[in-house]
């Protein structure tokens, strides 16, 4: 679990929503394929990752994808993802987005607005620190970004998904 909090947090580091090309078998294959592989590098570098993850802590995205550019770390995670077909980081976060939010049924959908609710009301208590509600706030955007790419989401990329449901339901849950 804590290897796929830094696959979340190096994918949703790039969150925009720019149009995006549909999904295909190749590339839900690809993606498949590479989380895998992503999240037992980010459990063999889960100290590094963690040092980084507490540096990027409270900063805009811009200056997180400026950070992580320059770590040390970054050409050998960009090299790995290029061998499973993803041109970029941006590539393989805007593939994960696509795939989530295809694979995203209308009671996750539901459960997802409940936990922004409740993280809202936890963000106003007063038992709530400066580096909780940080953390409150990032899984928020986190969350709404998902949501966003849910909306968006297109009958086709449900269609393509949908040889691989069971098995990417699987890979959100782990």
């Given at each position: 679990m804590r290897a796929l909090k830094y696959v979340v947090t190096i994918i949703s580091l790039l969150v925009s929503f720019s149009s995006f090309a549909a999904l295909t078998a190749t590339?839900?294959?690809?993606?498949?394929?590479?989380?895998?592989?992503?999240?037992?590098?980010?459990?063999?570098?889960?100290?590094?990752?963690?040092?980084f993850d507490s540096k990027v802590q409270g900063l805009s995205d811009e200056e997180a994808e400026a950070m992580l550019k320059k770590e040390s770390f970054y050409p050998e995670f960009s090299k790995m993802i290029n061998g499973y077909g993803f041109d970029s980081i941006t590539e393989l976060k805007e593939t994960s987005f696509e795939i989530f939010g295809a694979a995203m049924s209308p009671e996750m959908?539901?459960?997802?607005?409940?936990g922004l609710a409740q993280s809202a009301a936890m963000l106003e208590s007063e038992y709530a620190n400066e580096a909780m509600k940080k953390n409150i706030e990032a899984g928020q955007a986190a969350i709404t970004s998902l949501l966003e790419y849910a909306?968006?989401?297109?009958?086709?990329?449900?269609?393509?998904?949908?040889?691989?449901l069971t098995e990417i339901e699987q890979m959100m849950n782990n």
């Amino acid at each position: 679990m804590r290897a796929l909090k830094y696959v979340v947090t190096i994918i949703s580091l790039l969150v925009s929503f720019s149009s995006f090309a549909a999904l295909t078998a190749t590339k839900v294959e690809n993606w498949m394929a590479a989380i895998p592989a992503i999240e037992q590098w980010s459990s063999d570098n889960g100290d590094i990752l963690e040092q980084f993850d507490s540096k990027v802590q409270g900063l805009s995205d811009e200056e997180a994808e400026a950070m992580l550019k320059k770590e040390s770390f970054y050409p050998e995670f960009s090299k790995m993802i290029n061998g499973y077909g993803f041109d970029s980081i941006t590539e393989l976060k805007e593939t994960s987005f696509e795939i989530f939010g295809a694979a995203m049924s209308p009671e996750m959908v539901a459960q997802m607005e409940e936990g922004l609710a409740q993280s809202a009301a936890m963000l106003e208590s007063e038992y709530a620190n400066e580096a909780m509600k940080k953390n409150i706030e990032a899984g928020q955007a986190a969350i709404t970004s998902l949501l966003e790419y849910a909306k968006q989401t297109t009958d086709a990329d449900r269609e393509a998904i949908a040889p691989y449901l069971t098995e990417i339901e699987q890979m959100m849950n782990n």
